[in-house]
C-alpha cells in the first residue's frame, strides 16, 4: 500500500511539471488542455450569443443579455463579435445555427461550449421571447424558454428572467453527450421534438419557426372557410411607417411687390411689380419615423427633409421716368431646401395629427442687372399637421398650417433697402391615397407668404418702405411607405 501511495504521488510530481512546461511554452494551450482533460462541477461554461433577431437596439440588448449572463457563477461569455467574424470568415454566418455541422466548427474554432440565439416575436401588444441553447459537440439542440414580455418593454429585467430560465439548459451541456428530457411547455408553432433524428428535426423546426425572423409582420394566418383557404395578411399600421419617400412635380408661382420710400434715390415714384406665373419643376419630400416600431412616446417622433427646383426665365421691363420702357430677359433661379423635427400621433383609421418644427432656405435669384435681383430667405418654420381618411385609407385630406416667426433676408435685403424685419406664415391643403401595398399619391397646393418692413438704405441709394413676397406651389407627388 505505501508502494502505491509512492506511485501515485510520484505520477503526480510529473503531472505538475509537465503542465508547468507547458504554461511557460504556450499558456493558452495548456488552459484549454486543462479544460477539456478535467471536468468537474466547478468548471466553466464558456457561451455566446449568437445572434439576437426581432428587436431594435440589437446591441444594448446582447449587452444587458451578456452582463446577465457573466453575473452567474460559473458562466464565462465569449465575445460575440469574435465568433461573427469567424463564421463570416467560414462563410456559414448565414447557416447559423440551423446547420449544426458549421455551429461545430465555428465553436471549435473560438472555444465555447453553448450557443445561445434569441428571437423576439409581438405577440398583441406583449411580446414573446424564445431562447434557445446550442451545445458546441455537433451543434446539437439543448433546449429552448420562452418568456412573455407584458406590453413588449424589453429590458435589463427581461434578460435577467431570460438567464436564469436558461441556466439548466446551460448546466447540460458540459459532460453530457445527450440532453436531459425535460418536459415543457410546447410554444404555438412547434411540434414535439423527438430524440433521435435531431438535425433533421432541428431544421425542419427552423424552417416552422423561421427563426431568422423575416416577414414576421407578414405571416398569413390561413382560415379555412367551406373549402377554399383565406389568407389574411395583417393590414400595415400607418403608426408602424418606418419611412415615406416622394418625388414627383410641382409648378411655382410668385407675387412680389416692393414699395420704395419717396426719398429714395431708386422707385421714387413706385417700386417694383414681380408676377410669376406658374412654372415647371419637381419636388422630393421624405419623412422618416425611425422609433415607429417602439411602444412609448418616442414612437412618434421623426424627421421630414424638402427640396424643390422650379426651371424658368424672367422678362423685366423698366419704365423709365420719361415713361419710355426697357424689357430685358433674365435667367432665373427657385430653389427651396427645408428639414423639419416631427411628432406624429396616430388615430388608427381615424387619421394622425402632428406638429413640426424646422428651418428652411428658400432661394430665388435673378442674373445681375440694375433693378432687381431677387430675394432669398432662411427661415423657421413651426405648425401643425394631419391627415383625415374619407373613411377609407385610401383618399384622404391631408393638411398643414405654421407660422414663420423668423426669417432673414441675408445679402438680399440690399435690394429693399439696409434692414429688415420678416414675419410670414404657411399653408397646405391637399389629397392624398394611402395603398395597403405601400403606394401614396397626393396633390396639394401650399401658400407662403412673407411681409418686411423695411429701413435704412440699400444698393445705389435705395431706400424701401414694406414688400411682400407670396409663393405658390403645386404638387403632385407619388411614392413609397415602408
Same mark, same amino acid.
Given at each position: ?48 450569443? #449568437?445572434?439576437?433577431?426581432?428587436? @431594435? ?43 449544426? =455541422? ?27 421571447? =424564445? ?74 423546426? =427552423? ?51 416692393? =414699395? ?10 413706385? #417700386? ?125 385630406? @391631408? ?24 414675419? #410670414? ?30 429701413? #435704412? ?26
Amino acid at each position: 500500500m505505501t508502494a502505491f501511495c509512492s506511485n501515485l504521488s510520484l505520477y503526480r510530481s510529473v503531472g505538475q511539471a509537465l503542465l508547468a512546461f507547458c504554461l511557460v511554452l504556450d499558456p493558452s494551450t495548456a488552459f484549454s488542455q486543462s479544460r477539456s482533460m478535467a471536468p468537474g462541477a466547478d468548471d466553466p461554461i464558456y457561451v455566446v450569443i #449568437g445572434r439576437i433577431d426581432g428587436i @431594435s437596439r440589437i446591441r444594448r440588448n446582447q449587452q444587458r443579455f451578456e452582463r446577465a449572463l457573466s453575473a452567474q457563477a460559473g458562466i464565462r461569455v465569449t465575445d460575440s463579435r469574435k465568433f461573427n467574424d469567424e463564421a463570416q470568415g467560414l462563410g456559414v454566418l448565414d447557416m447559423l445555427p440551423e446547420d449544426a =455541422t458549421s455551429l461545430e466548427r465555428v465553436c471549435e474554432r473560438v472555444d465555447i461550449d453553448a450557443a445561445v440565439y434569441v428571437q423576439v416575436e409581438p405577440v398583441g401588444a406583449d411580446s414573446r421571447v =424564445t431562447v434557445t441553447v446550442y451545445a458546441a459537440l455537433e451543434g446539437r439542440y439543448v433546449g429552448e424558454q420562452v418568456i412573455r414580455v407584458p406590453n413588449g418593454r424589453i429590458n435589463t429585467e427581461v434578460w435577467q428572467v431570460a438567464t436564469e430560465a436558461i441556466l439548466p439548459d446551460l448546466k447540460r451541456v458540459l459532460g453530457q453527450q445527450q440532453p436531459a428530457v425535460i418536459k415543457r411547455p410546447i410554444p404555438m408553432g412547434r411540434q414535439p421534438r423527438a430524440r433521435f433524428d435531431r438535425r433533421d428535426q432541428q431544421r425542419s423546426e =427552423t424552417r416552422t419557426r423561421n427563426r431568422r425572423g423575416r416577414e414576421l409582420g407578414r405571416r398569413i394566418d390561413e382560415l379555412p372557410v367551406d373549402d377554399a383557404v383565406i389568407s389574411n395578411r395583417p393590414k400595415p399600421n400607418s403608426n408602424q411607417v418606418i419611412g415615406d419617400i416622394r418625388l414627383g412635380l410641382m409648378s411655382l408661382g410668385r407675387n412680389f411687390v416692393y =414699395t420704395a420710400s419717396p426719398e429714395s434715390q431708386v422707385f421714387n415714384r413706385g #417700386g417694383i411689380d414681380y408676377q410669376l406665373g406658374l412654372v415647371p419643376g419637381f419636388a422630393v419630400d421624405a419623412h422618416f419615423t425611425p422609433f415607429s416600431r417602439r411602444r412609448n412616446a418616442t414612437k412618434g417622433v421623426g424627421f421630414r427633409l424638402l427640396y424643390e427646383k422650379a426651371f424658368f426665365r424672367t422678362q423685366q421691363t423698366v419704365t423709365q421716368q420719361d415713361q419710355s420702357q426697357t424689357t430685358t430677359l433674365l435667367d432665373s433661379r427657385h430653389d427651396h431646401f427645408a428639414g423639419y423635427l416631427t411628432y406624429t400621433h396616430s388615430f388608427g383609421k381615424k387619421g394622425e395629427l402632428g406638429g413640426y418644427l424646422g428651418v428652411g432656405r428658400l432661394i430665388f435669384e435673378l442674373s445681375q442687372n440694375q433693378e432687381y435681383t431677387g430675394s432669398s430667405y432662411t427661415y423657421m418654420d413651426t405648425g401643425l399637421s394631419g391627415f383625415v381618411p374619407f373613411g377609407t385609407q385610401l383618399l384622404g385630406f @391631408s393638411g398643414r398650417a405654421g407660422l414663420i416667426p423668423y426669417a432673414s433676408l441675408g445679402d438680399t435685403v440690399q435690394e429693399l433697402g439696409g434692414e429688415a424685419t420678416v414675419f #410670414g406664415y404657411r399653408v397646405y391643403l391637399g389629397l392624398e391615397s394611402r395603398f395597403d401595398f405601400g403606394l401614396t399619391l397626393s396633390g396639394g397646393f401650399e401658400y407662403t407668404a412673407f411681409g418686411s418692413t423695411v429701413t #435704412g438704405t440699400g444698393r445705389d441709394g435705395r431706400i424701401g418702405e414694406s414688400a411682400d413676397d407670396h409663393f405658390m406651389v403645386l404638387r403632385f407627388l407619388g411614392g413609397y411607405r415602408f
